[in-house]
Structure formats: C-alpha cells, structure tokens
C-alpha cells in the first residue's frame, strides 16, 4: 500500500499529547474503514467530537464554568465588602472631625462669654470707683491733721501719734480691746494728740462705717463713735455695719442729730473716705493698723499697753 500523504489542520486547542503507538491505530483505522463510514472505537478510532483536536473551544465544562462563576463571585464580595469597610471608615471621620469641630466652637463660645464676664466685672468696678472718686471731698470739722486725718487731742501735745485702722479690721478691733484704753488715757493726759486715719479697703462695709464716723467728727463725738463701732465689731465681710445700725450707734453715744442722720444715709463723706485710703497709699502704708510716733513706725510687737507708752515715752525724751 502505498503511504498516504499526511494532512496537515490548524489546531483549535490544545492538544493532548499521544503516544506514537496510538496514532498509528488510528491511521490503520481511517484507512480500513469503508468510505463515507466513520472509523469505529474497536479500530482504534474515535468518533468524530471526542477527539482531542474536536472539542469545542471557549468554554469550559460546567464544572469550570461553576468555578469561575465562584472565583468571580468570590472576588466580587471581597471588593464589595473592602468598599463597605471603606464607606464606613469615611463616616467615621466624618463624624470624629464633626464632633472636633463642635468642641472647638464649644471651648471658643466659653472664652467669649468668660471674657465678656470678665470686661463687665471690670467695668461694673470701674464704674463704681468713679462714682465713689467723683464724689466731692467734704472735709469734717476736725480733720485738720495730716492728709486731713481727723485730730483727737490737744493741738500742743508734745507727741503725735498717726494711726491707720480700718473698722473691719480684726486687728485693729484688738488693738482697740487692749491698748485703746491706754491711749485714750495719753490723750486725756495731755501727752499725746492722734490723727486717725480711718481707712475702708476691706469694701463697702467699711466704706459704711468710716463715713459715719466722719459725720460723728464732723458732730464732734468721734472717739465715743469710734469705741461704739469697735466694742461691736462684726466679722468681716458680713454685710455688718449697715445704715440703720450705723445711726442707731450713733444714738447710743447721743448723736441724734438730722445733720448726723443725713450724712450717714446720703454718704456725705464718701469722697473725704476715698480720699483718706489715696493718702494712705501714697505714703506707703500697706496694712492695718499701721502706728506711727513722732512718724516712727512702731513694730507689730510693740501695740501693746506697755510698748506703746515706752514708745511714747521715747518719742517725748527725744523733744
């Protein structure tokens, strides 16, 4: 038999790869079979379609098909749950820059209205201070001493004595508990005379009561004034010293007068008060009582009755 040409086809997939052996039977195969009839299994043949080279191309079986379907919807959820994770990191930073955002304008809204708070307590300060400056400075009768300290005494006393005290002042109401007998007794002697200065630094209160007391001097009863308030001293900054009580005290020691009255409750001398603590300032005094003999200070531990005439006594040695 003569040998037969080999045919030569384009391959449409790949093919699987045969033995030698088993394209040889297939030849053998299409050979024998009569024409128009198909080679058959048992000759070593296969039907047309199940051929390596016969399968159908762009597709896989429906094995592979369900695969890629499950690889694809696979990948699928997996970008669409990494887009989900993306949404919600994105409304997270929205809502954490938010709520920044509205502690930010929280703490600005605080400053303002501490700042305004502020402003209005410094002006409301302001505003009362000018009242109380713009007040006119009406002197009583017997302030004739320094800065026009009120003079209780002898005008030819051999030793001057100035003193600072404030009516609130807890010192100060010692001060008069065990030393002011003392020295009322060096002003009845003729040894001393005094220039009070009566302060009101403490606030409104004081301010209260120092006005009185210059309407007492003005009366020409101050020392008796003066001992009334402090055989009474309320605590600090307590309201005490109110109006009507101020003019009940002055009844008690037989200042009944309208003058008297008036100028406690229309604070006639609320600009001579002001005046008194600028003149204090200005001279360096700091706090109260501040005493001073013949202008030397007299030391804390010397107020007593004893250290206070041995001051006194050296102020008077010295001529």
Do not use: W
């Amino acid at each position: 038999m003569a040998p037969q040409s080999k045919k030569t086809t384009q391959p449409q997939a790949p093919r699987r790869p045969t033995s030698r052996r088993q394209s040889a039977r297939t030849r053998r195969g299409q050979e024998q079979a009569p024409p128009g009839q198909a080679p058959s299994a048992s000759s070593g043949g296969r039907p047309p379609g199940d051929r390596p080279g016969d399968r159908p191309t762009g597709g896989g079986s429906a094995g592979d098909g369900n695969s890629a379907g499950g690889r694809g919807s696979a990948g699928g959820g997996s970008a669409g749950g990494s887009a989900a994770a993306r949404r919600e990191r994105a409304a997270a930073a929205r809502a954490a820059e938010a709520a920044r955002e509205r502690r930010r304008r929280q703490i600005v809204i605080g400053s303002i209205v501490a700042a305004v708070l502020v402003l209005v307590g410094v002006i409301g300060f302001a505003v009362q201070n000018s009242r109380e400056e713009s007040k006119p400075v009406v002197l009583p009768a017997s302030a004739t001493g320094l800065d026009n300290a009120i003079v209780v005494g002898q005008p030819t006393a051999p030793v001057t004595v100035d003193l600072y005290e404030d009516f609130q002042c807890p010192a100060c109401g010692s001060l008069e508990k065990t030393t002011g007998s003392t020295i009322g007794d060096l002003v009845d002697s003729g040894d001393i005379k005094v220039n009070y200065h009566m302060m009101s630094f403490l606030g409104p209160e004081s301010e209260r009561a120092a006005n009185a007391a210059a309407a007492a001097a003005n009366e020409g009863r101050f020392q008796q004034f003066h001992a009334a308030l402090f055989a009474d001293q309320p605590a600090e900054h307590t309201g005490g010293y109110e109006t009507e009580t101020l003019i009940e005290k002055g009844a008690s020691v037989g200042l009944t007068s309208p003058a008297f009255v008036n100028a406690v409750r229309d604070g006639t001398y609320d600009g001579y008060v002001a005046k008194v603590d600028e003149d204090a300032s200005r001279r360096g005094v700091t706090s109260t009582p501040s005493v001073f003999v013949n202008t030397q200070q007299i030391a804390p531990d010397q107020l007593t009755p004893d250290g206070f005439r041995a001051a006194v006594a050296a102020a008077k040695s010295k001529g």
